[in-house]
């Protein structure tokens, strides 16, 4: 069990996908806690929070080297949680967060 949390540690991509858990089905228990309004949660955590964590996954893929599936974690995740809660135009923004972590992840190409 040991040697399974030392390989889990060492995997970025497991970095990625509970950041990605946390912005996706946290956050929005957090802004419901402090009773922030809908229109803060959208404004501030799916436009603002999320579309910088979308390009920092871009960026953060292409300087270590990680493999391209991991641009499309944190957008699977958003669909998922979409599909259960939110209203329509989540799968929209999700195809943003993938544009978006697809250019960055370009843009850094040496």
Excluded: C
């Excluded at 929005?28 to 964590?53: A, D, T, V, W, Y």
């Excluded at 999700?94 to 992840?105: E, H």
């Amino acid at each position: 069990m040991k040697n399974l949390w030392t390989e889990i540690k060492k995997s970025k991509t497991t970095y990625i996908a509970l950041i990605s858990v946390i912005l996706v089905f946290i956050m929005p228990i957090l802004f419901n806690l402090f009773h922030l309004g809908k229109s803060n949660r959208i404004i501030f955590l799916f436009f603002i929070i999320n579309i910088l964590f979308a390009g920092f996954i871009g960026w953060f893929s292409k300087k270590y080297a990680l493999s391209f599936y991991n641009l499309v974690i944190f957008p699977v995740i958003f669909v998922i949680s979409v599909f259960v809660k939110y209203g329509r135009y989540g799968y929209f923004l999700a195809g943003i967060y993938l544009i978006l972590s697809v250019l960055i992840y370009f843009l850094f190409d040496e």
